[in-house]
């Protein structure tokens, strides 16, 4: 196999951590000597060992069979080693001290603490490394993770719910307006985040739980309250979640505050004001818009004032196709 081809492996494998790995990036290690494969290893869940000392420690098991030691092998890995001893320690310094000669990676770290400093302990330690093997489809794979660090600021994306007529709700009073199924691809979603934010009235007048239920095991969004009104912390919301509350306006400000956690991605799930408010700055990315046959009438109240303003805030089509009666199109900036 060439190293194409065991990079191309390594990435598919490591697909199936995606759920289990957020907010972390999913990252894949495979140890070879010459073309047979020695040992593979993922980063599986959140906080536990990175991909390339699953790798290893799954070789080990083969000294004295496979291979005498670690200078006859070469490590593969998706992504740069991290160089900060995070919660399991520095991966470039683990793979230099186990006495590696040549590293392949698939895309350099764009986390400005690693940014080039594991490749950089690699080559400080004598080790070979070669870099930006399929760079691009690992970017695809992590693409809240790579946008994070490069815009310095996470994914957002808008998710609404509209009626055949424009409609987001009834005043004070809980309707489902799309498809069954369509609420089910909204749980897949959830899934793909790692915080879910809504607003006081939202959490007031529909009591949601805005948790992912879906049929496979996936870490749960971070959820983000955005109100300056007492609320009730036993609602739906706050069961076995993490939630911050933010009673402050500024909608800049209380992003900006997650440019240095591991927070990626934030879908937004609000009515017309909130959604709003936040179409129009610059922090939304993605705006997924579900639409409904069902009509709510005069009695409904409108999520925009003019038919234009998707576009007028700047969203082109990216796609768009039915789920049963529904019609689900996703928008973006400059898209
Ligand atoms: N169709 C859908 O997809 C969908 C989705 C979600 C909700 N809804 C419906 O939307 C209705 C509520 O809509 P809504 O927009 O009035 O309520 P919302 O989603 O709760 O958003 C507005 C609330 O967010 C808080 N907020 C904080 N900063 C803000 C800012 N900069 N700008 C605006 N709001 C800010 C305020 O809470 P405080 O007043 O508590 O301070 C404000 O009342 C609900 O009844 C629900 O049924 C529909």
Known sequence: MSYEELMLRAITKAEKFRYTAKPNPVV???????????????????????????????????????????????????????SHVGKTGSCADFISNAGFKNVVIGAIDPNPKVAGRGIKILENNNIQVKSGLLHDLVEKQNKFFFHKHKNNKPYITVKI??????????????????????????????????????????????????????????????????????YNDDSSFFKNAEVDVFEIRDLNKIINSYKDTDICSILIEAGPKLANAFLKTELVDELIVYTSPKKLGKKGVD?????????????????????????????????
């Open 28 to 82: 894949g290690a495979i140890i070879i000597k010459e073309d047979q494969i020695i040992s593979e290893g993922y980063h599986e869940i959140y906080g536990e060992n990175h991909a390339e000392i699953n790798a290893i420690n799954e070789a080990e098991k083969y000294i004295g069979k496979k291979f005498q030691d670690f200078s006859e092998l070469t490590l593969i890995s998706t992504l740069e080693p991290c």
């Open 161 to 230: 719910a509209s009626s055949f007529d424009g409609k987001s709700h009834y005043h004070n009073e809980r309707v489902f307006i799309t498809s069954e199924l369509s609420r089910d691809d909204v749980q897949k979603i959830r899934a793909d985040y790692d915080a879910i934010l809504t607003g006081g009235n939202t959490l007031r007048n529909d009591n949601p739980k805005m948790n992912s239920r879906v049929n496979f095991t996936v870490n749960q969004a971070k959820k983000i309250l955005l109100t300056n009104k007492t």
């Open 303 to 335: 999520w925009f004032y003019e038919d234009n303003t998707i576009e007028n805030y700047g969203f082109k089509l990216e796609s768009s196709y039915k789920i049963d009666t529904d019609l689900k199109e996703t928008f973006k900036k400059n898209g």
